[in-house]
């Protein structure tokens, strides 16, 4: 079983940048995926970015690509979230996510993951 756990995550006015961790623990991440979803209040939990990590692969939302960046330290079992250009659109409470790489979802796919973070909240003010 994967641990994760999630820092970063806070108050910042719109146009502001803001960078999200998620160290993991428990096994090799060789053949794993992992993920960043975001919940805002009273939604659906919602895919944001994705990286293979062993290919180092990524993938992301249309309403993040250019602005959010996901990638891994090398030689750590950590990885991050680098959000620029924050807007009020983005807050949300912000969950790393780690699954095997089995084929069978989609990278956006929540079923695609079976460890979660216990999230960290992003709020961005106008």
């Known amino acids: 079983q994967v641990q994760l756990v999630e820092s970063g995550g806070g108050l910042v006015q719109a146009g502001a940048s803001l960078t999200l961790s998620c160290a993991v623990s428990g096994r090799s991440l060789s053949g794993y995926r992992m993920g960043w979803f975001r919940q805002p209040l009273g939604r659906e939990r919602e895919f944001v970015s994705a990286l293979d990590w062993s290919r180092g692969n990524t993938w992301y939302a249309d309403s993040v690509k250019g602005r959010f960046t996901i990638f891994r330290d090398n030689g750590k079992s950590t990885f991050h979230l680098q959000m620029n250009s924050l807007s009020p659109e983005d807050t949300a409470t912000y969950y790393c996510?780690?699954?095997?790489?089995?084929?069978?979802?989609?990278?956006?796919?929540?079923?695609?993951?079976?460890?979660w973070g216990q999230g960290t909240q992003v709020t961005v003010s106008s």
């Open positions: 996510a780690a699954g095997w790489n089995s084929g069978v979802y989609t990278y956006a796919a929540r079923e695609g993951y079976d460890s």
